[in-house]
């Protein structure tokens, strides 16, 4: 297998520590891995460039605004890349080296089109300091996404686990402690071939999230990332709500451990989340089809229907959507109320999601 990784100079050291990654398992699965040693704007197109793109049968790129502004890149390689593409004659994976509007570019439009998902899981940026538990773990993602992609017969089965869990006790609007839902089954974790050729993971998980993962990050590691709640109190019990702010989230602990979220269109949504088309924006019907989409579960819990809101009509329903990774059972509720419009297509009709995590 013969793949090219194609990125812009300032990306070097992604690229650096990609190959030493990819240079782990290249020798078992028979990897030929190429990479240019120095790429840059206005330099000669290159005989030996050009006859290793071409004999490419896989080729990566490293998405980065440098990326996409590289002349180099974007009139030599590319136009090489999407054409051997169209043909059907290399596979393509996009790596999120860093954060960039990578889909508003004509590449970005013809890689939806074509159901090309960028890695790591989840497009989550390489070069990010509130995701990743350590500089290692994008890399290992990457190569683990690139052998999947490489393996279309790969299939992945989670053991179904029950879950049952009581609802703790009510709390004020302004601070909504989530609660937990019991789901009977949630989807299980495999591996599809897209119409493109390529294989994509479902479902596609929301965490780690600022380096949290519902379920398993013990309290002690929530208070090492942010500030735990000392000021907003339970009127019921007098003791403050037990919750850890970071980065301007609550993440809500019980038994020691990270298990919920709770945020209201008044918050901002998480990039990491926007990423998958995550918006305040969409729809009824624009949610549900998002999450069905990344391979979740959904339940209507409450069907849509039009009640009065403070003398005025206003859009009311409930979804459930959930999904397991690993043994962590995630469950999303989508609450729709108190907030414009009257119909499933109307948008900003989303009030809140809760969100929790158990293993």
Not at 97 to 110: L, N, V
Not at 195 to 205: D, K, L, Q, T
Not at 225 to 232: D, H, R, S, V, Y
Request: with cysteine.
């Amino acid at each position: 297998m013969n793949i090219f990784i194609a990125f812009a100079e300032q990306d070097r050291e992604v690229r650096d520590k990609l190959l030493r990654q990819m240079n782990l398992v290249a020798p078992k699965l028979g990897w030929s891995i190429w990479s240019s040693k120095e790429i840059k704007a206005g330099e000669i197109w290159d005989d030996e460039i050009k006859q290793r793109l071409l004999d490419s049968e896989l080729v990566i790129l490293l998405l980065s605004t440098d990326f996409f502004n590289s002349a180099y890149i974007m009139g030599k390689e590319l136009p090489v890349v999407m054409e051997k593409h169209k043909k059907g004659k290399c596979k393509v994976i996009p790596v999120l080296a860093r954060i960039c509007h990578w889909k508003e570019t004509e590449f970005g439009e013809y890689a939806q089109l074509g159901d090309i998902q960028a890695l790591p899981p989840g497009e989550r940026p390489v070069l990010s300091k509130t995701i990743w538990d350590n500089e290692d773990q994008p890399y290992f993602e990457i190569v683990k996404g690139i052998k999947e992609a490489l393996q279309p017969s790969i299939s992945t089965k989670a053991k179904p686990q029950k879950q049952s869990v009581t609802s703790g006790p009510r709390v004020p609007k302004k601070i909504t402690e989530p609660s937990d839902k019991a789901v009977s089954s949630a989807p299980e974790v495999t591996t599809k071939t897209t119409s493109a050729g390529f294989n994509r993971s479902y479902p596609m998980p929301l965490f780690p999230l600022y380096r949290v993962n519902l379920g398993k990050t013990t309290l002690t590691e929530l208070m090492r990332l942010g500030k735990i709640n000392t000021e907003a109190v339970n009127s019921r019990t007098g003791k403050p709500f037990e919750y850890v702010v970071i980065n301007g989230m609550n993440f809500w602990y019980s038994n020691d451990k990270a298990r919920g979220i709770y945020i209201t269109y008044s918050n901002a949504m998480p990039m990491e989340w926007q990423e998958l088309g995550f918006s305040w924006k969409l729809s009824y019907s624009g949610w549900k089809q998002l999450f069905e989409s990344l391979g979740y579960k959904v339940i209507e819990v409450k069907p849509p229907k039009v009640v009065d809101y403070n003398g005025a009509p206003s859009f009311s329903a409930n979804l459930h959507a959930s999904y397991r990774m690993d043994d962590v059972l995630i469950i999303i509720e989508a609450n729709f109320n108190y907030r414009r419009g009257t119909t499933i297509q109307d948008s900003g009709t989303l009030y809140a999601l809760t969100i929790n995590g158990t293993v």
